[in-house]
């Protein structure tokens, strides 16, 4: 009879994605990949909810520098939705970024709702035991 292998290992590198369709993609095993990927989740969630102090907490460089006009932007909007399908996760030491496809959907309070679909790379660093986004691109 044929011997059974236990399933390959997965690098920490490995295809992820936050979006819950995606549940069978092969989740990488390291404790840093898991809090990135909560990271990324947290990301989606301040856009889908339009919480400027969410999204301060993972991406707090950005904030910093932009938080007038990033609470203005989604005080201007009825919903937003975020949809972040992670293609490639690569950590380096406390650096790590992540590849991307993002889908944003955005209704304004007035006019019509906008679309926006796009490769995307995120920049994090390591800050004691927590990860954040410090750059988009």
Do not use: C
Request: glycine fraction near 6%.
């Amino acid at each position: 009879p044929p011997t059974q292998r236990p399933p390959p290992t997965v690098a920490a590198s490995a295809p992820m994605s936050t979006s819950s369709s995606a549940a069978e993609v092969p989740r990488a095993g390291s404790a840093d990949a898991d809090r990135i990927r909560e990271v990324l989740r947290t990301y989606e969630r301040a856009h889908n909810t339009l919480d400027v102090d969410l999204y301060e907490r993972v991406f707090p460089t950005f904030v910093s520098q932009q938080r007038q006009n990033l609470d203005r932007a989604w005080r201007g909007l009825k919903s937003q939705h975020l949809d972040l399908e992670v293609r490639q996760v690569d950590i380096k030491g406390n650096q790590a970024v992540v590849h991307a496809f993002q889908r944003l959907e955005a209704v304004p309070q007035a006019g019509e709702g906008q679309r926006d679909s796009r490769e995307v790379v995120l920049k994090l660093e390591k800050r004691g035991d927590n990860w954040v986004i410090t750059g988009r691109s």
